[in-house]
């Protein structure tokens, strides 16, 4: 179990579905979600969300800057 | 205080650029204007006043880097001769879109191609017709003396700030290699403030500034147009400059502009001699043209004829301002050569022989 | 024992790592999904938050896809004619020696049509600093060839790919300026995985530090993607880049401190 938890917020409406934080991901928590968003998009998500490391891999390769990154020491 | 001095068009221009405080030079050597850069070089203004002078790659770069001093809110100057002039139009085009200001000189040679470098007016439907693609218009100002040349560099940074928008000194290779006493204006302040818009640096009180000719949405773009038509317009009603010489009891006139209008002064003086009541309508700015002067002077006179080194390009320009109610002819030389005084009357006679047979 | 957080547990103020930089507007990209131009623009506002030099920042943008770069940083800049983005940053920085001044160009722009200015501005070792996005291709105006298209690699002008005898060959533009002595840094990099994000923000950082020590031009060139272009999805596009791109456009530092580090 990592010692830290993280997690992320997508800005699910400028998100362009183009899956670089999907592959950018180290412990396999992002994938696109079926539906889309109000440009066609199929926005990224926290499928698995207990994973989330808060490592910013995903945030700082996203070309749109829509990802916001959150990390807390477990206790 | 002015002071008095003997130097060529060129040099002139040089001079009283470093005395408008103007803050920057961009240029490409080219015969017959080649004497600006060097002159600014040999002068040294960066010691002087602190004003930057750079000998570009090109034409193209040398109107670039005035494009970006210009963004910057600064007094930029450029100069060149047709060839290069050509090579600038992109960038003057840009500067006209983006509504910056500047200063161009144009020492006219004889083209069209590498042409001659000896004097010519044939660039004048570049100079004021616009010159590089889309709709718009120079601000355009022909010297007759190295005194203008001079007098004209400050005359154009001042119109070309008011209004946001290039200016040009179109002279020709006469006038730049031309010798003469010029009275020098006093040594002008740079300047330390900059307009609101000039990319300075955003800083925290202002929103950021933008410098583009760019706007993709075709109704933006359209109004952006009427704007820079609407400082046409003011310019047409507040900026039209000329000269009137012996024009009030005058039945034909001349209209010429620079070396062709310092020539007719003295076609002027013969014509009376041989009895002709003539005179001279000398457009300052070519744009925006003495079209008022030249509408009434077309209720008074028999006939006008244009006199440009060219094949006739200002001339149409004229009979657009007199809208057929007096005839028109050209007469010019072209490829470098200047018309006498003398040969100027002849044509002027056959226009007259010409319109007392119709 | 470790409790159950929940995700409103982190979501905090106080948990944050990482958020879009302040210097980027609130203005949605228009490039396609995937584009390495939006990351290469947000580590160059990010580099000017950490430096804390927005008021002194002026940038110069080209013609090409990042034409409306200046839409997106909350700097003040002005947009070039095709391929003078140098001749611009020049005069601005004359004027201006102690602002920060970028240019931002593509390849078509700084390598093909800009060639020029962009020799000649690094050889007068303007103190300025050039970014320049290699995706081998023309973007804005639709996939054509450009200076920096890979032999064999095919675009709407060389459908059959390139043909280097026909078309000429790819120009290195970036290893023939760091033969200059005007340049002092330049560097390749990329934006496509989050070590090499990384580093190419490092080198941005180098880049517009240098400019400080008045030594000279430094050029930052990020070899990138372009899907559309390219006509691949993002990731394999990416993919693509590191097979083929990176083996003609090796990474890593070319020139530092006005040194040439592989001299052949």
């Known amino acids: 179990m990592a010692k830290v938890k993280g997690s992320i917020i997508v800005d699910r409406e400028n998100c362009k579905g183009c899956e670089v934080c999907v592959v950018a991901c180290p412990t396999d928590v992002i994938r696109l979600a079926r539906e889309v968003n109000g440009k066609g998009y199929h926005f990224a998500y926290m499928e698995n969300p207990d994973a989330c490391i808060g490592c910013a891999n995903c945030a700082i390769v996203c070309p749109d800057g829509v990802i916001t990154v959150y990390k807390k020491k477990k206790v | 205080m002015k002071e008095l001095k003997l130097m060529k068009g060129n040099e002139a221009i040089a001079e009283a650029a470093i ?24 002068e040294r203004p960066y010691e002087r006043t602190g004003m930057i002078v750079l000998q570009a790659e090109s034409e193209v770069a040398a109107i670039n ?27 003057l085009s840009y500067m006209a879109g983006a509504e910056l200001p500047c200063l161009v000189v144009n020492v006219v040679r004889g083209g069209p191609g590498l042409g001659t470098i000896q004097p010519s007016q044939s660039d004048y439907f570049q100079a004021v017709k616009g010159g590089g693609h889309g709709d718009y218009r120079l601000i355009v100002l022909a010297p007759q003396s190295v005194q203008e040349m001079a007098d004209f560099v400050g005359l154009g940074f001042d119109l070309a700030f008011k209004y ?18 010029v009275w020098l204006d006093e040594q002008k302040p740079r300047l330390k403030d900059f307009p609101s818009w000039a990319t300075t640096g955003k800083s925290a009180d202002r929103e950021r500034n933008i410098i583009t000719s760019l706007d993709l949405d075709p109704l933006k773009q359209e109004k952006h147009n009427f704007n820079i038509q609407a400082k046409y317009k003011k310019m047409k009603e507040d900026e039209v400059r000329f000269e009137m010489i012996e024009c009030d009891d005058a039945e034909y006139i001349f209209v010429a502009y620079g070396t062709s209008a310092r020539i007719c002064q003295k076609s002027v003086q013969l014509a009376r001699e041989r009895g002709i009541k003539a005179g001279l309508l000398r457009p300052i700015t070519l744009f925006p043209f003495p079209e008022k002067p030249l509408k009434e002077l077309g209720r008074q006179v028999k006939g006008m004829l244009a006199v440009e080194m060219s094949t006739g390009q200002m001339v149409e320009d004229v009979m657009l301002a007199v809208n057929g109610r007096v005839g028109v002819e050209h007469f010019g030389r072209m490829g470098g050569v200047i018309p006498s005084p003398d040969e100027i009357v002849v044509a002027l006679e056959n226009m007259i022989k010409k319109i007392s047979k119709s | 024992m470790t409790k159950n957080i929940t995700a409103d547990d982190i979501v905090k ?34 580099v000017i938050e950490e430096m804390n030099i927005q008021p002194e920042t002026i940038g110069i943008t080209p013609v090409g896809c990042s034409v409306l770069m200046y839409n997106y940083l909350d700097i003040d800049m002005q947009g070039a004619a095709h391929g003078r983005a140098p001749a611009l940053a020049t005069a601005v920085k004359r004027l201006m020696p102690e602002k920060f001044v970028f240019t931002y160009q593509g390849d078509g722009d700084l390598a093909a049509i800009g060639t020029a200015e962009t020799i000649h501005a690094c050889n007068r070792g303007e103190n300025f600093t050039i970014f320049f996005i290699n995706n081998g291709i023309y973007g804005m105006t639709g996939g054509q060839m450009a200076p920096t298209t890979l032999p064999e690699m095919r675009s709407s002008t060389s459908p059959y790919g390139r043909d280097v005898k026909m078309m000429g060959n790819p120009l290195k533009i970036t290893e023939l300026v760091a033969r200059l002595p005007g340049t002092y840094y330049v560097t390749r990099q990329a934006v496509h995985t989050p070590v090499n994000v990384r580093k190419a923000k490092k080198a941005i950082r180098q880049a517009f530090e240098s400019q400080k020590l008045k030594k000279g031009l430094s050029l930052v060139e990020i070899v990138s993607n372009c899907n559309s272009g390219w006509k691949m999805s993002p990731v394999q596009a990416n993919k693509w880049m590191v097979e083929n791109m990176f083996p003609f456009y090796p990474l890593g530092d070319i020139k530092l401190e006005g040194r040439l580090l592989n001299k052949e």
Do not use: W
Request: aromatic share 6%; net charge neutral; charged share 20%.
């Open chain 2, 19 to 42: 005395r408008a405080g103007a803050d920057a030079y961009f240029g490409y050597p080219i015969t017959p204007q080649s004497e600006i850069l060097e002159y600014l070089m040999l």
């Open chain 2, 65 to 91: 880097m005035v494009y970006g001093g210009a963004g910057c809110g600064r007094k930029v100057i450029t100069s060149s001769s047709s060839p290069g002039i050509s090579l600038k139009q992109e960038g």
């Open chain 2, 164 to 181: 946001r928008n290039p200016a040009m000194i179109l002279t020709d290779g006469a006038l730049g290699q031309m010798m003469e006493k």
């Open chain 3, 13 to 46: 103020e106080e948990n944050l790592v990482y958020k879009k930089t302040p210097v980027l507007t609130d203005n949605v990209m228009h490039y396609c999904p995937g584009c390495g131009h939006g990351t290469a623009h947000r580590l160059i506002a990010e």
